[in-house]
């Protein structure tokens, strides 16, 4: 009775040093639940927020994705909100637009009326630019609103780390995006319009 104890009491010593000298990936790998069920990490792009949806009747792919600038600004009656840097994909039509918390200046109109806001903008360490961007309807949101300009645009920064956007409305701001995941998230919106990136 004494030897069986014993034995007994030095197979769990023996066990436990045996445990206590096994990593925990090495335990995982020969246990046969661990490895049929243990998730494979998927790393999350940053901030983004994406949505996908499909069309019951015409299976067609809408997806969107929005960024919330990194700082507050101010809105209309003077609280902070945040500005949203927006690309989407819908009935094969790419836009690129950034939402601003007040009615954007309107400072011209393209050949067809539409209305246009100077919007300035910087990407990384790189130089300044600016072009006139098209107003949205409801006139607190300016981009590119066809497929060609805004994959035009969107070109020039899916690899970038930061985006600074100053567009005037009742003041001039800045809205600064840090776009880290860009680069995962770009093509995938992009590519259900059928417009891919190189380089």
Known sequence: MIARTAYAGATGLALAVLAALTSPAEAAQNSPVASSTAPTPVPAPSRWEVNE?????????????????????????????????????????????????????????????????????????????????????????AGEFGTRGAAKLLATFVHARQLVVRLSGRMTQDAVFDLTGIAAVAPRVAGACGVTFTG
């Open 53 to 141: 949806s499909s069309s019951p009747l015409t299976h067609a792919v809408s997806i969107s994705a929005a960024l919330d600038s990194t700082r507050p600004l101010i809105n209309m009656i003077g609280a902070a909100e945040n500005a949203s840097l927006i690309l989407r994909c819908s009935d094969r039509v790419l836009v690129l637009y950034v939402n601003w918390p007040e009615v954007v200046n309107r400072d011209g109109e393209n050949f067809a009326g539409l209305p246009k806001t100077f919007a300035i903008w910087r990407i990384d360490d790189g130089k300044i630019a600016s072009n006139f961007w098209t107003i949205s309807d409801a006139g607190t949101a």
